[in-house]
């Protein structure tokens, strides 16, 4: 029962997302406190997929395949639906566009880096940068709500995302740099 909890957890975190975008079509308290329950959740399995594969020696190619995709859909929703909502506006979606081209690139440099069978491991300041980016985006999905509860929620939210922002740059360049780096190999590309 126990075998394949990590990839369960992981398609149920994919499953949630447009759970999370059918809040943003209701008003009021009780639509952003499921936005961010629903979000919350998402980010709890996140943590323990990995970890539970882990612990359970049960990693898997397609486990390692979809977490990072898990995570990018959720991101890139809750992002997408935030700055559709106004939550995030202005000058504020800098950093939000900086968060999806990084995600972008990173995809598209694992997958190149993967045809030349090169693994990237995710560094610790990457985690810090997920964990910070999740969090922004947490004080951002509770909206008015969670305005009532925590004084400047929003205003919490905008500067975490803003300092996601920076960490996603500095992450996404080391990414870029392994990336260049095998790419003007000139002995790189699969072998036979």
């Not at 968060?99 to 997958?111: A, W």
């Not at 392994?178 to 003007?184: D, K, P, Q, T, V």
């Amino acid at each position: 029962m126990l075998r394949n909890l990590p990839n369960s957890l992981t398609y149920g975190r994919i499953a949630l997302i447009p759970l999370l975008v059918v809040t943003f079509y209701f008003p009021g308290d009780f639509a952003d406190w499921m936005a961010l329950g629903i979000f919350a959740t998402a980010g709890v399995t996140d943590f323990l997929d990995g970890y539970l594969a882990r612990s359970m020696q049960q990693q898997s190619v397609l486990g390692a395949m979809l977490d990072p995709i898990a995570d990018k859909l959720l991101v890139g929703a809750a992002i997408v639906m935030l700055v559709f909502s106004r939550r995030i506006d202005g000058l504020t979606v800098l950093p939000a566009v900086i968060i999806l081209c990084r995600e972008f690139l990173v995809s598209g440099l694992r997958e190149f880096l993967a045809g030349l069978k090169v693994s990237v491991p995710v560094s610790r300041l990457a985690k810090w940068k997920t964990a910070g980016q999740m969090l922004a985006l947490g004080f951002l999905l509770a909206g008015e709500a969670g305005d009532k509860i925590v004084p400047m929620n929003h205003e919490i939210g905008v500067y975490g995302l803003w300092i996601a922002a920076t960490l996603t740059l500095y992450t996404g360049y080391d990414y870029l740099r392994a990336g260049l780096r095998h790419a003007s190999d000139p002995y790189a590309g699969p072998r036979p």
